[in-house]
């Protein structure tokens, strides 16, 4: 089944230690203050009305399902919150993920929809399905590609990091995109990279490296920063 919180004013929801929703939806006006780790096997709708919140109070979500916010204001600080289906964010919600870190684990195929300035903090890829992008994507912190089997499409989309591209295992394909980096690059070996048409701009204010297997070709690069570029390997 699926459990509906239709609340206005302000409540708490507090799953204990044990319990796991199969689809849950947030609805209504009010504040949600999260007092425990949350679990949910199915679908997590976040539909609240513009006023409406959901706090996770640095407590840590789990959605097995889908991940959809159509509206209100989704603070994730300063969980670690777990994902496994298709994440989309839409027009007019706020997804804020300052001090925390989201990590997907796909094992079939999802998509990410960020809608124009949403963003993640921290994001780890580390499913085997393949994740594709259907918007831009900006990550304000560290991007880590861990997909063993898996795959990252951009498809055409563009790549926005403020911190860290590191990529150990799986494929990234950087498509037709052009991919902005402002931390250190690491594409490690036995990781799969496919320029595409690609164009990545390293657009770093400090110091930052390109460390990458030896085989790794990319298609455009671009030096914009006021940072040193430090190439480690070729």
């Known amino acids: 089944g699926t459990i509906v919180l239709n609340g206005n004013g302000s409540s708490v929801l507090d799953p204990g230690s044990t319990a796991v929703f199969n689809h849950l939806t947030l609805n209504g006006t009010g504040t949600v203050d999260l007092q425990n780790n949350l679990t949910v096997n199915g679908n997590l709708n976040l539909n609240q009305s513009a006023g409406g919140t959901f706090?996770?109070?640095g407590w840590n979500v789990t959605a097995n399902g889908a991940f959809s916010q159509t509206g209100g204001s989704f603070n994730l600080c300063c969980g670690t919150h777990t994902f496994k289906g298709n994440i989309t964010v839409s027009p007019g919600a706020t997804f804020n993920s300052t001090g925390s870190s989201a990590f997907?684990?796909?094992s079939?195929?999802?998509a990410v929809n960020m809608a124009l300035g949403q963003k993640f903090n921290n994001l780890t890829l580390n499913g085997t399905g393949t994740v594709t992008l259907?918007?831009?994507l900006t990550v304000n912190g560290n991007l880590t590609l861990n997909q063993p089997g898996g795959t990252f499409n951009t498809n055409g989309f563009r790549l926005?990091?403020?911190g860290d591209f590191t990529q150990t295992s799986g494929t990234f394909n950087a498509s037709a995109g052009i991919h902005s980096l402002q931390g250190?690059?690491?594409v490690v070996g036995g990781a799969t990279f496919i320029q595409g048409t690609?164009?990545?701009t390293m657009d770093n204010g400090a110091d930052a490296n390109i460390s990458v297997t030896a085989g790794v070709t990319l298609n455009h690069l671009t030096l914009t920063g006021l940072g040193n570029v430090i190439l480690q390997s070729n």
């Open 198 to 200: 690609s164009t990545i």
């Open 160 to 162: 926005m990091v403020s």
């Open 104 to 106: 997907l684990t796909n």
């Open 55 to 57: 706090n996770t109070n």
């Open 184 to 186: 250190n690059f690491t």
């Open 108 to 110: 079939a195929a999802v």
């Open 134 to 136: 259907n918007n831009d």
